[in-house]
């Protein structure tokens, strides 16, 4: 087999294994961004950890559907780029879609998560979604709601009676 092919089916190995391991992948269409927009875009990501990757659209249908992915394939149109994140599930959606309302050059196509083939509204939905720390906190103050609220009964009947005593 020729040197090509072989660098082929590794850059396709390579592919399939992203797909496989991350969390969250997301595809967008980068056209009519210009180098200082893509590099900001870039720098946003990489320091969120996401891997953004551009890749020939027959390189990455071919990891798709070695992934059994095959629906993303419809998304594999045009100049395609791939946002792969391993370890915040809605990072790679937010980041891309707060980028593509102040751009609107950059389209969100499709992507995958969890495994799943996500449709661009399902990415929005995500994107939607607080961070980490933002659900850690939205629960935490949904479980001290009850005790706030035992609390400030307690207090309420202690003044009361104090109030009935004096």
Do not use: W
């Not at 249908?61 to 045009?78: K, P, Q």
């Amino acid at each position: 087999m020729s040197a090509n092919i072989e660098a082929k089916k590794k850059l396709v190995d390579e592919i399939t294994e992203k797909f496989r391991e991350s969390e969250t992948s997301v595809v967008v269409d980068y056209r009519g961004l210009n180098v200082a927009e893509v590099t900001e875009l870039r720098k946003q990501l990489r320091e969120a950890g996401i891997d953004f990757k551009v890749y020939k659209n027959t390189m990455t249908r071919r990891a798709a559907e070695a992934a059994e992915l095959n629906d993303l394939s419809d998304t594999l149109v045009g100049p395609t780029a791939v946002a792969f994140s391993n370890e915040d599930v809605v990072a790679p959606a937010r980041i891309l879609n707060n980028f593509a309302k102040d751009h609107e050059a950059l389209e969100i196509k499709g992507g995958v998560i969890q495994g799943k083939v996500a449709s661009m509204d399902q990415l929005k939905e995500l994107a939607d979604l607080p961070n980490y720390e933002g659900m850690v906190s939205m629960l935490l103050s949904v479980l001290q709601a009850p005790m706030r609220n035992f609390a400030y009964a307690a207090k309420a009947i202690a003044d009361q009676k104090e109030e009935e005593g004096a």
